[in-house]
């Protein structure tokens, strides 16, 4: 209602900004025609004679002569002068309106931040982090931007997005963006000492996030690893994979790309096994993952961190595992909602 209530106001005062710009042109136009006319000048002079009627400056060193001209000025005088002032009193009242207008904003987007917990942030919104941000909002999951070019975030004032105005490095933006209570962390800054020190910082605050960031170079990787990212994934590595794939192997790159693009209605998805999961202390085979949901479970992750690939009937599963599976998404978004 805020947000709406503050659109309104800002809609009504460039209205009004319009109007009071054209009156106040038409005054003027209408002066120097008038001049024009009655003392006989060049179309120069008389907007000159013009403008400085209507803002009272009055040099002097032209001034109306002829009877017609010195009537033509009293009007212009008496209506032009207290248009323009009218102008530059709407001028000041919308300045004054936007920066309160503003200081709304940010309060309303602050207090927002303050209720989310188990969110995403997103550090850096260019070509790499609106792809993230695409993929929240398709999930519907919560995430706040942290982005320092304003530029960059003209297509999110309208869709509902949560963002910050400011460098992802700052310590004190982290945490206005809720990163003690945030459940993971991308940095997708464009350079990897920007990366390293969001990594770093967002570790310290919150030793149990998970942060995955973006590499840059290729030998950023380590170091972002031993700043305490969870996860480095460099697009350039990905795409040259993705391009070797695709020119060797055409056939499983058309299937990985019609999963990522959910053409196929096929999805991967990861199911945490907690003490109350039903799954806790099956086998698989005796599950309905596969015989009512129609399931693949693609690999089984211990609480030891070991990957059993392509599991068979007889894996036991226990609390504290975590499903790697695929299959349509109708039926994951089942297995998730139990």
Not at 112 to 139: A, F, P, T, W
Not at 155 to 172: K, R, Y
Not at 238 to 263: C, H, N, W, Y
Not at 300 to 319: C, M
Request: overall charge negative; glycine content about 8%; proline content about 2%.
């Amino acid at each position: 209602m805020t947000n709406g209530i503050l659109s309104t106001l800002s809609q009504i005062t460039r209205r009004r900004l319009v109007f009071a710009g054209a009156v106040a042109l038409a005054m003027i136009l209408i002066g120097t025609i008038g001049f024009s006319y009655f003392e006989n000048l060049s179309l120069l002079d008389s907007l000159y004679v013009a403008a400085q009627t209507v803002t009272t400056v009055g040099y002097g060193d032209l001034t109306p002569v002829t009877h017609g001209g010195r009537i033509f000025s009293i009007v212009l005088m008496l209506t032009g002068v207290g248009t323009v002032l009218y102008a530059l009193t709407v001028l000041a009242q919308a300045v004054l309106q936007s920066e309160i207008v503003e200081a709304f904003d940010i309060r309303r987007k602050t207090k927002e931040m303050d209720k989310l917990k188990d969110h995403y942030i997103v550090c850096g919104s260019g070509r790499v982090g609106r792809r993230i941000i695409r993929n929240l909002k398709r999930q519907n999951l919560p995430y706040v931007i942290i982005e320092k070019d304003e530029r960059r975030l003209v297509d999110f004032e309208h869709d509902g997005s949560l963002f910050l105005v400011g460098d992802a490095t700052s310590e004190e933006n982290l945490i206005t963006a809720g990163v003690k209570r945030a459940r993971g962390l991308a940095s997708c800054l464009a350079d990897d000492a920007g990366n390293v020190y969001v990594v770093l910082t967002a570790r310290g605050l919150n030793p149990g996030l998970h942060i995955v960031a973006r590499a840059v170079e290729e030998q950023a990787e380590p170091t972002l690893i031993r700043a305490g990212a969870s996860r480095v994934v460099a697009p350039t590595i990905i795409g040259s994979q993705s391009m070797a794939r695709a020119l060797l192997k055409p056939a499983i790159a058309d299937f990985m790309d019609s999963i990522v693009a959910e053409t196929l209605d096929l999805v991967f998805e990861e199911i945490a096994i907690d003490a109350a999961s039903p799954y806790a202390g099956e086998q698989l085979k005796d599950t309905n993952l596969i015989s009512e949901l129609s399931l693949i479970v693609v690999a089984v992750r211990k609480k030891d961190g070991e990957f059993a690939f392509h599991p068979n009937g007889d894996t036991l599963i226990e609390e504290g595992d975590l499903l790697i599976v695929i299959g349509k998404a109708e039926s994951v978004h089942d297995l998730v909602a139990k």
